[in-house]
């Protein structure tokens, strides 16, 4: 089977599980079915013999991810702050401490790979 229709229909079944889970208020429904959807999507990879990475592709992916994290650490922030600016100090704090720690874990991996890779 093709990749990119495995895909198509793991994301469409997905969807319509995510849907009917939120009218039934069941969280577990859609964690099970998420984890059988890698374990599908990797055996539909694994039998196909298209080349599915190539340097174009890893070099769109890894600034799709750097610009994702750039966004989301900004915004996180600047929402955290308006959260403690109106009173929600758990809920701002919780937010920041966790943009912190992305920032934390990018830096570290930024750090492992300069040095593997020199630079």
């Known amino acids: 089977m093709n990749v990119k229709v495995c895909r198509g229909v793991l994301g469409g ?3 319509a599980v995510y849907a009917i889970s939120i009218l039934y208020g069941n969280f577990l429904i859609p964690i099970i079915a998420t984890v059988f959807a890698i374990f599908v999507l990797k ?3 694994e039998s196909s013999k ?14 799709a991810s750097r610009k994702s994290l750039e966004i989301f650490a900004i915004s996180g922030a600047v929402l955290g702050v308006v959260l403690l600016a109106v009173g929600s100090k758990v ?25 593997k890779y020199g630079g």
């Open 13 to 15: 079944i997905l969807g």
């Open 50 to 63: 298209e080349i599915e990475i190539d340097e174009r592709i890893v070099m769109i992916s890894e600034k």
């Open 43 to 45: 055996k539909c990879e």
């Open 91 to 115: 809920v701002g704090y919780t937010l920041l401490y966790s943009i912190s720690a992305l920032m934390v874990i990018y830096i570290a991996f930024y750090e492992y790979y300069r040095r």
